[in-house]
């Protein structure tokens, strides 16, 4: 499932996530991170990154 959602992830030619690392960064050890992505996965310890706020103008003046 990590291989497919990496594939499936450069097919799309997704940009930086909110780790900010590059796919060509992600790639330089790909083996190494595909494996510590599973690894935390499966043993529970996995908790995606806190993503910021971006506060959207309305055309009412609001956000």
Request: net charge positive.
């Amino acid at each position: 499932m990590v291989w497919d959602s990496y594939l499936w992830i450069k097919a799309n030619k997704s940009s930086a996530g909110s780790d900010r690392q590059t796919m060509d960064d992600f790639e330089k050890d790909l083996r190494e991170n595909l494996y510590k992505i599973w690894n935390r996965l499966t043993s529970g310890s996995y908790f995606t990154p806190a993503v910021g706020r971006v506060d959207l103008p309305k055309g009412n003046g609001k956000t």
